[in-house]
Every structure is written in structure tokens, then in C-alpha cells.
């Protein structure tokens, strides 16, 4: 449990340079003065800066980018700006409030969506009247910009880019999005303007390099916050354990409920995270039960996710910021800056994933006057289970990096061809940084390109932009059908996923209920399933193989007996096939049967980060058995993965395990070779990579001192899912032999630090994991 | 960050050589010498001069020549087609002969009297469909209307460095004529001519023009007997013109790529007569269109779906005496022709709808009773106006629910309930002024 004191705000005068219209609607909205940040964003801004603001959640940081905007639209009236978010009902719920404040200045200013909703009609003249266009970056890239020309007018004026929830645009996603910038540059620069970046992110460790990656050019970071904040609690809970042996803990689930309903029966206004649509309706149907039993009406409670209409979603943020509604219980679609005023309490069901958007939702909680608290309930996967043991690292270390890489060259050579199509590209123009005569050369190659006069044009009848997903690849999903009765469509999983859990003859889980896998339709993307009941569930095997294309860099990590290890990044091709699979009963994980499976093979050509070992490594550790040597590995390369993934700030799918498959460690292939030496790869789950490899490369020495903490901070006995994985994949001894790795890579590893900006302060050693008192002592929750 | 090495480039190359399966072919494109389907190297062949990618040969493949503005070079080619040429049936030197009021009709009055000398008649061929800033004209072929005939020059970019010169050309033509004649080019030639414009940085010529796009004049006179409504298939239905030698349209950018790869001028032979053909294809069609528009009840048709086409627009329009008249003889005439069952029992309920609103009620009465004596789709319509008038006009109450009873038959629905109701009642309360008997046989029935 920590303590968060009450802040005062910290006011500014509004600046004399603020035209009257909006001095005037300020007032009438009861603002006589603007919070530090909102003023040291307007002056720079004024000084003609790009500029990032990095401040909580609702402090007030859409006037940061209003203000300004219509500011300048009051002394030029064909002044336009483009305002970007992620999602469409981000964009719905800003022009709300855009539309509150322009009619309030009695204003015949300008404002539209425009984005796939936008019906086709409206388009037309929102290309030719608008002032400012609320859009998302897949419209930008597949909508306006191979169309600029009909934009032409917007183009030529437009001065502000407002790129709101910032720290979304990371990993493929936002090395995506910071290529559609340099597209953007290109056509303004087209047009003669030179937009300013307003750009807004949540508490992430790098907003300014953040931005500074995407948009390529300077920006200036707004230091402070002069949003007031009341006294906040924020408390750990992790639900007791109830078999020791396979590390099971109470449900999370139940147990929010249960810390809901007590907060809510104090008429506590209550927001509930949960990290899925599945549990987010689970828990909204126990709470209603719960308070049908009650004094609460059921009315009080309700739900909030992505699929729900527009309408009901507007009508559930009314009500909660006129406090109709009680308790919500929500998904991350209210984690972004949907505005609903703030609540007495949040539960957490479930580690968000990151620091960044743990605290984003705990800042849901926030009065400005009175107490506050936030409670997260961990889950026993290995990341909650990891923040749960180490609050510390949450409290006191830093957010998370948020990583890009718009060099990625696959995305960039598809975004050249983008640009190619919006506009020749002029001999010696560079693409970001990059000279474009080598990538024009290539897709001249391609047939896509033709050289004359002094630039290259598109000479195909394609269009570039339709190619190309911005997130993750929709089109390869697999739809699942569940054909027990009539067809129906009952999920959809992505394309790796599908390769490992619905090969013919799997049993598929899908909420709570057990399908089994009657056919396997890799063409036309489709698994036909039926329900069953049975009491074992499958497993695939794979078989992975890495090739070491180049190493970029290398260094010895720790030593033992047999020599030092090393640490090493490159670049990699990883062959994939899944070969077969086992049958594994429920809960004593006995293997009941196998098949033989020949899915196609996968090839990934990317960048990794290794662990080598000398071939006497493995040798030494004479305790064990080659089997449990592997297992150990494979349990070893599990908890690197968690704790990566947590220093990376990205999703665990985004990072891959494997071993190199050479004999000693693997139990399948010829043992007479020659004394082979092992490696442990993580690599990059995108082709191409996206920069997280050598990131792991530096941040070496807290993935492994983290990794060994979790480890000896998991209660189980021998290794449970929240470690090394489930001991029917990794063996029993997994735990034990993966603890012994990271003892030979850690011993006198003190040379290399990682840079300043990577480390993460030291941890308190072995007592970290025990919860401790933050500013001032609080009892703890106790499980009851 | 890391420099992009060519190495990485190569790699990607024959990664994506991997992923189509070997299709691509990177030495061909990318060899300094030009190669034939054979893949022998053609720097030998008389018309390819490399050092001298000035000359061209696409003067000496196709009539015309390399012609040089303030902006660079582009090449035009003309086509003269006298008067006694015929186009299939449509003789080309009745062009000239069409009078400037023409355009009145078939723009509703939106275009003033232009004399036929003053139009133009534009197509283009483009690098694709997708639309977008990377699709591009490369071809802009005009016709004009000459005393002696028919004049088509196209303007034609040897490459894309050629594109703004011929733009700037094709806009110094078009200054000279006042109505701009196409067929699509409201939503697709005129459009991208815009685009490539404002890419160019030039002024943009047709704002200045009246547009005339004939493909909705022609949907509206064939698209109930013809399956398609492209220009060629139009050409040959109503023209009587067989094209030969033509190319399909899917493959023009293709053929334009393949030139700009090669420079094999030959190429570009069909993608010339291509534009040519549709240019005065289109000229003929608007002599055939703009005269039925322009005396509808006059118009020479014979089909009858045709004749339906054209009453239905006349219907359309502004309401007026003269033009119920028109849409009504055109609608009777379409009869006559001769039509499928779907456009006769519209056609006879349209006529029926016109009559009523001329106030020739015994007209659309003969109409309904036809309408309702066969199953179709206007039945249920027929037999409700057919209770109407006898319960107003002809105050025969028994006769209208007796209508109304039989529509209910066919298609039930709330209005006729309500019908029914009224008449009952109305008839019961008759009945009880007059004779009971019957009130109760009337009900019963």
C-alpha cells in the first residue's frame, strides 16, 4: 500500500495574448486561470515549438492543444489543424468537447470526424470546409493521404498536428505510424506548410524520445503539472494461495468482486478494470447479483467495452460523471482519455500489462478534494504475479520505454511505396533519414517504380496503402466455427496462435467450454470445431529452428567454471514447424497420447537477443539429466520472457523463445556431434524486428537480476505457470535448473552496466518482495 | 540508427522472390539493356537509341510528332476523319449538322445553346483504376467538331517527365471550346485530370467548361434491354460498329508499362487506336442521346424498353401539361413496341398515375381494371384506386368494398383494413336509414 499526498493546484494567469471569444467561454466554464502545464505549453507552443505533454489523466491537457488551435483560428479563419487518435471514439468524445467550446465562443468554427464512419457524402465537403479534422492514423495512411490533392486547401493550411494518447503508438503500431508522419511531412512540405506537433502521452519513461522518433525533429518536453490531486492510496492484493503445490491462487476474479462490492456498499462510486471483454462481463453479472441481494438497485451497475454502441457508451459517461452509475466495470476502452470525471475507487483485476497503464487506470481514481484509493488484484500469470511480489519495481522504478523502430525495413519500404504513389520521389530526397536512391532502385526492381527526369513515379495499377495493416494483420486471422449445431462463428485468433491451438484433432478452449478441432482450413482461414466433453487437453509440439544470420554485438556475462557465457544480439532466421502434439490430462498433466501433425512451416527473419553458453556449460552441471537440462532452458527462456516483456513495456507475444537445437540439450536429433554450444534466443516476434533486441542487449543486468527474483520469489515448490511454465512442458526440475543458469550468469557479472537511462534503480535486495510501507505506514488488506 | 545497407535490400529481395515463388524476375527490369520476350538484349533493333532517350521513336510508329512548350516536350498525334466516313450506321459529318439547342434537353436546361463547333469530346487512359494521387493519365485524346468532320488529337506523355508539358498543351486546346463531352468523366476522367493538374502545379482548364457526361443519358435510354451500359458494348448494339484489333481495357496500363520499360513504340499502336475509337464512338453516341432528349416524343426509338427509358425520365422531371402529355404517349408508345412483362405492368400503372394526375380518370380507371385482372406487381395498387373512385367519385360503396376485399386478398395491409372498416360502417349506417336486410347481408358478406 502507498500513499500519494494531496497536491495543490498550481495556477497561472491566462496570457494576455488569448483572444477574447475564448477568454470569454474560459470564464463562463469557471476557468479565470490555467494549471502551469496548460501555460507552459501555450508559451511554447506561441514560440512556434513542437512540444509533448506527458501528465496524468485528466488534468486538463486538451486545452493544452484547444487552446492554442482556436486561438489561432480566431485572427485567421482558414487556419487548420489535424488532430490524430487512436481510436474512433476517442475522436467522437474530443469533438464533443471541441464542439462545447467553439459554440461557446459563438464561433461557426469548423469541426468533423472523418474516418471509415464518415458517410460518403459528408466527405466531400468536410475535404473542402473543415478546420479541423479529428481522424485516426489508418484513416491518414489509407484515406487522405494518396488523396491529398482533394485535401489540397487543408494541406496548404495547416499548422497544428495534434497527436493525442502518444504512448499507444509503439512496437509495429507506432513504427507504422512514425513512417505515415514522414508521408505527411513529405505532402505538407508539398503544400508549403510546416505544421507544429502538439503531442499529449501518458506517463511513459521516453515521451520526448517517443515523440522525437515518430515525428523526427525537435520537440520540447512540458516539465510541469499544476493539476491539483487529492490524498490517493494505491494497494496491492494478491489473492492467498490454495494449493501450494502447482502454485494456485484464489480466482482473481473473485476476489475483485468481492473488493468491489465492499467499496460499492459503502457507496463508493467504483470503476473496475478487467482485462478482457469475457471477464469484464462476468464480473459486471456477479456484481449485478450481488447487488440484486442488496439495498443497490442493479441499474447501478453496468458495464463499458469496445463492442458496445457509441450511444449507450456516451449515455454510461454521462451517468457516471453526474454519479447515476455507482460501479462500471470496464476494459482498457476507458483507460484512454475518455472523459468521466474521476471515482472514489479503482480495482484492477489483473495486471494491466504495464506500468504506464497501471497507473493511467489508477488514475481513474482521483478526487481532487477528498481521499482516493486504487487496488490491484494480481492473477497468477507470471507478470501480475512478478509486479505482486516486487512493488517496489512498480512504485519506485520508472515506466516503461516505449519502443519503436521505423527503420524496420519491411514497414519501411512499404511505406516508400506509399509515398512513391502520393508523390514522385525527387533524386536525392530522403525518406526520414534515409537516402531513397537504394530503396528506389529496389522497388524498381519490384516492377513498381520508373525512373525519369529527375524522380521516380509509380508505375502500377496498385494502391500501395490497401496493402498494408497497420496493426496486426487482420486478414490472416483464423475464424473459428463451431459447427455442433448450426454454424457460428464463435472467435477469431491470430495467425501464430491458430497454427499451435486449433490443428486438427486439438482441443480448443474458448470460455470455459472445450471444442474439439474437426477440421483445419489453413486456405481459407477458417477451424471448424465441436463441442465436447473430455478430460484431457492438447498441446502442440514445435519444432524451432534458428539460424544465426549476423551478430552485431557480444560480451562475456558472468562465469563458471566452464568459461563464460555470452550475451549477444543479431539478426536471426527462425524456421517453424509445428510436428505434432501431446494429450495432456487436466490436473495431473499426464501425457495420454500424441499424434503427428504436418503444418507449414514458418519462417521469420529477425532480430534476437541470445544467451550463448561454451559448449562445457551444460557438461558441468552434472546433477541432472540432458532432459532436465533442456527443461531448464526452456524454463529459463519462459522467465526471461516475463520479465522482458515487462522491461520492453510490450505484450509477452511480442517476443519469442527458443533454443538453438543442436545436440546435447535436445533429445531428438544426433548426439554425436560435436560437443555443441547452446543458445537461449529471445527474438522480436515481427519479421524484420522492431527494436527490442538490443534494448534487452543493454538492459542485460536487470533482465537477469529480475529474473532470478522472480524465480526465488515464486512461491511454488518446483515451478508453476507464473515461472518457468507449467511443469508438464518444462520438466520438474525446470525450476531448479533455470535458478542454477542465472547463478552462472550472474556471478561477477559487474562490468557492464547498462546506460543511465536504461537502469532502473537497484532493488532492496530479497526483501523487496515483501510489501512495504510507502510515505507513510497504512494497514495492509488483509485476505479475509 | 543503422544505415540501410544494400545487403539488407538484397536479402528483402530474395525474400520477397521467395514469397512469389520466383515470379519476379529481377534481372530482366533491372538490366541496363532492354530486353524482348525472348530476353535478348534489342539495343540492336533500329528504334531503340539508348545515349539519345530524345528520339524516341514514337513518331515513327504512329502519326505525329514531338511537339515542345515552355514546360518540355510531349507528343501529338491527330486522326481526321471526313465527312462521308461512316462510323458503323451513324454517318460522322451529321455531326456538324446537330443543332447548338441540343444541349438544353438532356441538361434539363443546366446548359445553354452551344454551336457544336465549341464542344469537345475528351477521354483519357490511365496507369490504373485505384484512383488516388498515383494513378495517371498518360494519353488525353480530344475531338472536335470540324466543317469537313471529325478531328481527334491526342496528347500523349512518352514518359513521366513529359506529363506537365502535356498538360499545359491540352489546356491550351480545350480554352477554344465551351462544352466538355464525356462519357464517365464526371466521376472518373475529369476528377484525376484534377488530381494530375494540381500534382503539376498547373491551372486546371474545365472549370470554365459545361459538362456534359453522356453515360447517364445513355443509361437512362438502354440500361432496361442492354446488360451493360460500356461504351463499347454500346458501340456495337447501337452503332453497329465491330471493333477490331482492340485492345481489352484491363490491359492498358500494362501495355504502358511495358513501353515505358522497353521503349518498343509498336506497343503503343492499340492504346492509340484504343482512345481513338472510343473518342469517336462517343461523338456518334452523343448525335443518337442528345436528339432524343431533346424532342422526347419525337424521338426516333423503336424498342420499346428504350421508348420507357425516356418517358421515365421525362416523368422525372419537371412537372408541366406538355410533359404528362409527352411521358404519357411515350409510355403508350413503349406499349406498342412491345415490352417484357416487369416494364409492361410499370409502364401500364406509370401511364395509369399520369392519367389520374391529367384528371382523365375514365383513362386510368380502363388502366386499374386491365391491372387487376392479372397477377402482378401493381395489383393490390390498381384494385385500391380502383375503391377510391367508386366510393368518391361514382359513390357506389358496395362497389368499393368489394375492391378493397379483393385487394386485402393479395396483400393485406393496414390501409385497406381501414378502408374496409370505414365502408362497412358507412354502408351499415346506409342500410339502417334504409333497409335493414340488406345492411346485414352486406356486412355478412
Not at chain 1, 344 to 363: F, I, K, L, N
Not at chain 1, 770 to 779: N, T
Not at chain 2, 87 to 97: K, Q
Amino acid at each position: 500500500m502507498r500513499r500519494q499526498a494531496a497536491r495543490e493546484a498550481d495556477f497561472r494567469e491566462i496570457p494576455s495574448s488569448v483572444a477574447s471569444p475564448l477568454r470569454e467561454v474560459l470564464s463562463k466554464r469557471d476557468i479565470q486561470r490555467l494549471y502551469s502545464h496548460q501555460f507552459e505549453s501555450w508559451e511554447k507552443i506561441e514560440r512556434g515549438e513542437s512540444i509533448v505533454i506527458p501528465t496524468p489523466t485528466a488534468s486538463g491537457k486538451t486545452l493544452c492543444y484547444n487552446l492554442p488551435v482556436l486561438n489561432s483560428l480566431c485572427s485567421d479563419r482558414d487556419t487548420c489543424a489535424l488532430y490524430l487518435f487512436p481510436t474512433k471514439a476517442l475522436a467522437e468524445d474530443q469533438l464533443d468537447e471541441l464542439q462545447g467550446l467553439i459554440s461557446g465562443m459563438g464561433s461557426d468554427i469548423r469541426a468533423f470526424t472523418y474516418d471509415g464512419d464518415t458517410p460518403r457524402d459528408a466527405r466531400k465537403s468536410i475535404r473542402q470546409r473543415a478546420n479541423i479534422v479529428l481522424t485516426n492514423p489508418d484513416m491518414l495512411h489509407s484515406g487522405v493521404l494518396p488523396h491529398h490533392t482533394r485535401w489540397a486547401r487543408f494541406f496548404e493550411h495547416l499548422e497544428y498536428i495534434v497527436i493525442d494518447e502518444l504512448h499507444t503508438y509503439r512496437g509495429v503500431f507506432g513504427s507504422h505510424v512514425a513512417n505515415i508522419f514522414r508521408r505527411l511531412k513529405r505532402i505538407c512540405a508539398f503544400y508549403g506548410s510546416k505544421p507544429r506537433f502538439i503531442c499529449c502521452s501518458a506517463t511513459i519513461a521516453n515521451p520526448k524520445e517517443l515523440a522525437e522518433k515518430l515525428i523526427e525533429q525537435p520537440v520540447s518536453q512540458i516539465e510541469s503539472n499544476g493539476a491539483p490531486q487529492g490524498e490517493r492510496f494505491f494497494a496491492f492484493y494478491n489473492p492467498p494461495v490454495v494449493n501450494q503445490q502447482l502454485g494456485i491462487r484464489r480466482s482473481y476474479i473473485a476476489e475483485t468482486r468481492r473488493l468491489a462490492l465492499s467499496f460499492l456498499e459503502r457507496g463508493l462510486q467504483t470503476l473496475v478494470f478487467a482485462n478482457s471483454r469475457l471477464a469484464t462481463e462476468i464480473l459486471v453479472r456477479y456484481l449485478k447479483d450481488a447487488t440484486a441481494r442488496g439495498s443497490l438497485p442493479p441499474s447501478s451497475i453496468r458495464g463499458y467495452r469496445g463492442g458496445y454502441l457509441p450511444r449507450e457508451r456516451r449515455e454510461i459517461e454521462k451517468q457516471l460523471r453526474e454519479g447515476q452509475i455507482l460501479g462500471v466495470v470496464a476494459t482498457n476502452a476507458l483507460e484512454l482519455g475518455i472523459d468521466i470525471g474521476s471515482l472514489d475507487t479503482v480495482v484492477m483485476a489483473g495486471y494491466p500489462g504495464t506500468v504506464a497503464s497501471t497507473w493511467q487506470r489508477a488514475g481513474r481514481a482521483g478526487r481532487r478534494q477528498s481521499l482516493s484509493l486504487a487496488v490491484l488484484v494480481g492473477s497468477s500469470a507470471p507478470l501480475d504475479q512478478f509486479i505482486l511480489q516486487h512493488p517496489s519495481y512498480f512504485f519506485d522504478a520508472s515506466p516503461e520505454h516505449a519502443q519503436i523502430n521505423p527503420d524496420n525495413l519491411e514497414i519501411l519500404i512499404s511505406h516508400v511505396r506509399c509515398a512513391a504513389f502520393e508523390l514522385p520521389i525527387q533524386d536525392g530526397e530522403t525518406f526520414g533519414p534515409h537516402p531513397t536512391a537504394d530503396l528506389c532502385e529496389f522497388l524498381k526492381d519490384d516492377g513498381v517504380l520508373h525512373h525519369a527526369g529527375n524522380s521516380w513515379h509509380w508505375t502500377s495499377e496498385s494502391y500501395p496503402a490497401n496493402a498494408i495493416s497497420l496493426r496486426t494483420i487482420t486478414s490472416d486471422n483464423f475464424v473459428i466455427v463451431d459447427i455442433s449445431g448450426e454454424p457460428n462463428v464463435i472467435g477469431e485468433v491470430d495467425f501464430n496462435s491458430a497454427l499451435t491451438t486449433l490443428y486438427e484433432k486439438a482441443i480448443y478452449l474458448h470460455e470455459g467450454r472445450l471444442f474439439h478441432v474437426e477440421r483445419f482450413d489453413y486456405a481459407e482461414r477458417k477451424a471448424y470445431v465441436k463441442n465436447v466433453e473430455c478430460d484431457y487437453y492438447t498441446d502442440a509440439i514445435d519444432y524451432t529452428q534458428v539460424k544465426v544470420i549476423e551478430t552485431f554485438e557480444s560480451a562475456p556475462l558472468g562465469s563458471s567454471k566452464a568459461g563464460p557465457a555470452e550475451r549477444r544480439h543479431g539478426e536471426v532466421r527462425i524456421n517453424r514447424q509445428i510436428v505434432g502434439f501431446k494429450k495432456l490430462k487436466f490436473y495431473t498433466m499426464e501425457n495420454v497420447g500424441a499424434g503427428n501433425l504436418s503444418m507449414p512451416e514458418q519462417e521469420l527473419h529477425t532480430t534476437a537477443f541470445w544467451l550463448h553458453f561454451p559448449s562445457s556449460f551444460l557438461p558441468s552441471l552434472t546433477a541432472y539429466s540432458p532432459a532436465e537440462k533442456q527443461g531448464g532452458l526452456a524454463g529459463l527462456g519462459n522467465v526471461l520472457r516475463t520479465v522482458g516483456s515487462l522491461l520492453l513495456m510490450c505484450d509477452p507475444r511480442d517476443l519469442g523463445v527458443a533454443m538453438s537445437s543442436a545436440g546435447a540439450i535436445s533429445s531428438d536429433t544426433d548426439r554425436t556431434g560435436p560437443a555443441s554450444e547452446p543458445e537461449l534466443y529471445l527474438y522480436d516476434n515481427f519479421s524484420g524486428g522492431i527494436g527490442q533486441s538490443e534494448p534487452l542487449y543493454c538492459m542485460h543486468a536487470d533482465l537477469l537480476q529480475r529474473s532470478q527474483e522472480l524465480l526465488a520469489a515464486c512461491p511454488c515448490a518446483a515451478g508453476c505457470p507464473s515461472c518457468v511454465g507449467p511443469l508438464g512442458e518444462v520438466g520438474e526440475k525446470a525450476k531448479e535448473v533455470a535458478a542454477q543458469f542465472l547463478n552462472h550468469l550472474l556471478t561477477q557479472d559487474s562490468g557492464q552496466a547498462a546506460p543511465a537511462w536504461r537502469k532502473a534503480p537497484a532493488l532492496p535486495g530479497r526483501e523487496s518482495s515483501r510489501s512495504r510501507s510507502g510515505d507513510s505506514p497504512i494497514a495492509s488488506v488483509q485476505p479475509q | 540508427m543503422k544505415p540501410i545497407q544494400k545487403t539488407d535490400l538484397d536479402r528483402l529481395r530474395e525474400k520477397i522472390r521467395r514469397i512469389k515463388g520466383g515470379r519476379m524476375d529481377p534481372g530482366a527490369p533491372s538490366s541496363p539493356h532492354p530486353t524482348d520476350e525472348t530476353g535478348t538484349p534489342n539495343d540492336s533493333l533500329p528504334y531503340f537509341k539508348q545515349d539519345q532517350p530524345e528520339h524516341y521513336d514514337a513518331e515513327q510508329y504512329l502519326d505525329g510528332e514531338v511537339k515542345e512548350n515552355q514546360w518540355g516536350r510531349y507528343f501529338l498525334s491527330e486522326r481526321f476523319y471526313p465527312g462521308d466516313k461512316r462510323h458503323g450506321n451513324y454517318d460522322v459529318s451529321a455531326l456538324s449538322d446537330l443543332p447548338a439547342e441540343l444541349l438544353s434537353g438532356i441538361s434539363r436546361g443546366q446548359i445553354p445553346p452551344h454551336d457544336p463547333s465549341r464542344w469537345a469530346f475528351l477521354d483519357t487512359e490511365t496507369t490504373g483504376l485505384a484512383g488516388g494521387t498515383g494513378t495517371c493519365a498518360f494519353l488525353v485524346g480530344v475531338g472536335t467538331i470540324e466543317d469537313g468532320g471529325f478531328r481527334v488529337r491526342l496528347f500523349f506523355m512518352r514518359d513521366y517527365d513529359e506529363e506537365a508539358a502535356m498538360l499545359v498543351a491540352l489546356a491550351d486546346l480545350l480554352q477554344w471550346y465551351d462544352v466538355l463531352v464525356t462519357y464517365n468523366g464526371k466521376t472518373y476522367d475529369v476528377p484525376l485530370l484534377e488530381t494530375r493538374y494540381r500534382l503539376a502545379r498547373k491551372p486546371f482548364p474545365f472549370e470554365r467548361m459545361h459538362h456534359l457526361d453522356i453515360l447517364h443519358g445513355a443509361r437512362q435510354l438502354w440500361k432496361l434491354r442492354m446488360e451493360s451500359c460500356k461504351l463499347t458494348h454500346l458501340e456495337y448494339e447501337i452503332l453497329g460498329f465491330v471493333r477490331e484489333g482492340d485492345l481489352p481495357g484491363e490491359m492498358i496500363p500494362y501495355y504502358y508499362f511495358e513501353y515505358l520499360r522497353t521503349r518498343q513504340a509498336f506497343r503503343l499502336v492499340p492504346l492509340f487506336h484504343h482512345n481513338v475509337m472510343d473518342i469517336v464512338t462517343l461523338a456518334c453516341l452523343t448525335g443518337v442521346v442528345l436528339p432524343a432528349f431533346a424532342a422526347p416524343a419525337a424521338a426516333n426509338l423503336h424498342h420499346g424498353q428504350d421508348i420507357l427509358g425516356l418517358a421515365r425520365w421525362l416523368q422525372r422531371g419537371r412537372a408541366s401539361d406538355n410533359a404528362n402529355a409527352d411521358a404519357n404517349e411515350l409510355y403508350r408508345r413503349a406499349i406498342d413496341a412491345g415490352l417484357p412483362d416487369e416494364n409492361l405492368f410499370r409502364a401500364l400503372w406509370e401511364t395509369a398515375l399520369i392519367e389520374k394526375k391529367r384528371g382523365r380518370r375514365d383513362e386510368m380507371i380502363r388502366i386499374c381494371r386491365d391491372l387487376a385482372e392479372v397477377r402482378n406487381d401493381y395489383r393490390t395498387a390498381a384494385l385500391a384506386e380502383l375503391a377510391k373512385h367508386y366510393e368518391h367519385h361514382e359513390k357506389d360503396l358496395d362497389q368499393a368494398l368489394a375492391f378493397t376485399i379483393q385487394a386485402l386478398e393479395h396483400e393485406p395491409n393496414s390501409e385497406l383494413d381501414h378502408r374496409r372498416n370505414r365502408l362497412q360502417r358507412k354502408l351499415a349506417k346506409q342500410a339502417r336509414g334504409h333497409d335493414p336486410l340488406q345492411s346485414t347481408m352486406t356486412t355478412a358478406s
